[in-house]
C-alpha cells in the first residue's frame, strides 16, 4: 500500500453527456437538506438527492480501479454505495471532514455492507466552472515535515473527477455566488488487513 499520492484526478475524463444525464435524474427528484452523523447542523449545509442506477456504478468502477492501480493504494474493495447527488448554493459548504466512518457497517445495512468500510471515495463535478464561485474542494495533507492545504481545481471543467482513499481529510468550501452541482460515490470493502 502506497500513499504518496493523495487523489487521482481524472480532467474531463466523462463526456458531457453523462454529466446531463445525472442532472436530469436528480432534477426529477425532491432533494433534501444534508446531514452529518453526528448531527453537527453547522458541518455541512447542502441539498442532496439518492441515485441508485447501476449505469452510474459502473461508469465510474474504471476511473476508480485506475485510480487504485496507479496510484499503488491497491485498497481491496467490491460494493459501491447509492450514488449522491449534491448542489451547493450561495453560502452553502461542508466542513472539514472524512468519509470514512469510526466502524464498519452494521447488520442494520444489510449483507452487501455489513463489516465493511468505506476505502475509496469519488467526486464528480457536473456543473461548469462559469456556473459558480468558491465551492473549492480541498484536501488537508500532513507528513512529518509539513501540513497543507490543497485546492483540487483540477476537478473544476465539468466530466472531470477525483478518487481518493476515504480517509483523506477534505472539504468544500462556502460557495458565493451561483450552484455547484456534484455526483459522490462510496466504494466499500472489508477493513484493512
Known sequence: MNF????????KGLPIEFCNKII???????????????????????????????????TLKPYIDKANQDC????????????QFTEYKKGQYYKWHIDQLDKPYGERF????????????????LSDPEDYEGGRLEFYTSTPYEQK????????????????????WHQVTPITKGTRKSLVLWNLGYPYK
Open 4 to 11: 504518496n499520492n493523495q487523489y487521482c484526478v481524472f480532467k
Open 24 to 58: 436530469s435524474l436528480a432534477n426529477s427528484q425532491n432533494k433534501n437538506k444534508a446531514s452529518v452523523s453526528n448531527k453537527d447542523s453547522t458541518k455541512r449545509i447542502s441539498n442532496i438527492t439518492w441515485l441508485d442506477k447501476s449505469w452510474i456504478n459502473e
Open 72 to 83: 499503488g493504494w491497491n485498497l481491496q474493495w467490491d460494493y459501491t454505495e447509492k450514488a
Open 110 to 125: 444489510g449483507k452487501d455492507w455489513q463489516g465493511k468500510v468505506r476505502k475509496l471515495s469519488v467526486t464528480v463535478s
Open 149 to 168: 492545504v490543497i485546492s483540487c481545481d483540477q476537478i473544476l471543467d465539468k466530466g472531470s473527477l477525483v478518487v481518493f482513499p476515504s480517509f483523506i
